[in-house]
């Protein structure tokens, strides 16, 4: 039931929040921006946030709502996969990635990130997924977004730590490590192997 609350909660705060972009009347402005209170109240309750800290998140919204969108790169080394230490989720391991930043292209920031986080130089080779990060198994999260997953090579480079990240290692497909699952899931990183071994295979998107 919590799923289907913060999806309304969501939606109800995008229409007031695409409201607020475009509506003159002062009235109608008074009248979104309750709205949109509410839905942030709805939010916070569904997540278990302090109301301040979710309005804090959504402060900088303005505009028209459209999804973020996180890039993923997956490198490949002797049928291990490579992940990094999330020191921000209690040392768990993840992808190399993070968001888009405005002026990236897709496979720039992925390839920026995953230098950032790991040290490595990596060429993107293919997209191999765009998924709707609310339909694949992911904690609830407040912003709608879009992930992008790519399969990488490396091309230089040596392992390094960042401030966000600590040690890399490549893992076996059937022996990964504790993961860091509001970043990536194990069926994603499975996904990943299978487009690594089969390049042939079509990008996957959710309908």
Request: include cysteine.
């Amino acid at each position: 039931m919590s799923e289907k609350w913060l999806a309304w909660a969501q939606r109800l705060q995008a229409l007031t929040q695409n409201g607020l972009a475009y509506c003159k009347n002062p009235f109608d402005i008074e009248r979104y921006q309750e709205m949109r209170a509410m839905a942030l109240e709805m939010i916070a309750d569904v997540g278990g946030l302090e109301p301040a800290r979710v309005r804090d998140l959504f402060a900088k919204e303005e505009g028209y709502v459209t999804p973020k969108v996180d890039v993923r790169g997956a490198a490949f080394r002797d049928g291990k996969v490579l992940l990094v230490r999330e020191m921000l989720d209690g040392g768990r391991w993840t992808l190399p990635g993070g968001w888009m930043d405005a002026g990236d292209s897709p496979g720039g920031a992925a390839a920026r990130e995953f230098f950032e986080e790991t040290g490595y130089e990596a060429r993107p080779l293919k997209l191999a997924a765009v998924y709707d990060r609310a339909r694949h198994g992911h904690p609830l999260y407040y912003f709608s977004t879009l992930k992008l997953f790519f399969v990488c090579e490396i091309t230089g480079g040596q392992p390094q730590t960042s401030t966000e990240t600590g040690e890399s290692d490549f893992f076996n497909q059937h022996n990964l490590p504790d993961l860091s699952v509001a970043r990536v899931t194990a069926d994603e990183i499975h996904m990943l192997f299978k487009h690594f071994r089969q390049p042939e295979l079509a990008t996957e998107f959710d309908l």
